[in-house]
């Protein structure tokens, strides 16, 4: 799926126009298809120098984690288990039956986290603690471990988890994704361009790579005659 959106310039030394690489990824802690795709985006990172990757919230279930013993967890176990055997992803996916976190306080966490410059250390952390470890993520011990972890106060978390403050934080960065048409997750954007699932290393790059090709074609300034003339 593409949609078409404003892509963000910046200016080279030399004063050219040049596309900034930023790969946004919407995920949420409790989704293991975003786990995958959050272990493809780095493999891309590793292989692309320069390109950053900008990570959004998004609350799959703010109702609560559907029935884990019900048939479409049980087919989703089943794609899981496929899926990180075939990309090489240390993952436990049978926790999607043996634990039913929601992610909310683990979100609002992220909020915090981010204030701090930890957001990259504290999402592996969680991912870690939930599809590897399989830790209940919406309990406060938990939590607390991780905030050791990646170093930020385990206090101050907590309190931030409790804190209008980061509820607004995280109302707004789900809004902003509903408004922007982000249905599901993953969802990677790149530029103008758009996919949804955990995609092999080789889509995201393919991706990338058509992306760029189109914004270098755009940039090229040709010579051209119009109504006034040549």
Not at 18 to 37: A, M, R, T
Not at 69 to 91: C, F, R, S, T, W
Not at 123 to 135: I, L, N, P, S
Not at 162 to 178: D, G, T
Request: with cysteine; charged share 25%.
């Amino acid at each position: 799926m593409f949609l078409y959106q404003l892509v963000g310039f910046k200016y080279g030394f030399r004063g050219e126009i040049v596309q900034e690489q930023k790969l946004v990824v919407y995920s949420d802690f409790i989704c293991p298809f975003c786990y995958i795709g959050k272990v493809n985006a780095e493999r891309l990172q590793q292989e692309i120098p320069g390109l950053e990757l900008e990570w959004k919230e998004f609350e799959l279930h703010p109702e609560g984690q559907p029935d884990a013993k019900g048939p479409y967890m049980k087919q989703a176990l089943e794609n899981v288990k496929y899926l990180a055997k075939e990309y090489g992803i240390e993952m436990r996916p049978e926790v999607l039956t043996e634990v039913t976190s929601d992610s909310r306080k683990a979100l609002l966490g992220f909020e915090f986290a981010k204030e701090h410059g930890a957001e990259g250390s504290y999402r592996d952390a969680v991912f870690h603690a939930y599809w590897v470890e399989g830790k209940d993520i919406a309990e406060d011990h938990v939590l607390r471990e991780v905030a050791k972890q990646v170093n930020l106060d385990p206090v101050k978390l907590l309190e931030a988890i409790e804190n209008p403050v980061y509820h607004n934080k995280l109302r707004a960065s789900i809004h902003e994704a509903h408004a922007n048409g982000i249905t599901g997750v993953p969802t990677y954007r790149y530029g103008d361009m758009e996919t949804v699932g955990a995609q092999p290393l080789e889509n995201l790059k393919k991706m990338v790579e058509i992306q760029n090709d189109k914004e270098q074609l755009n940039n090229q300034m040709g010579l051209t005659c119009g109504p006034e003339g040549c």
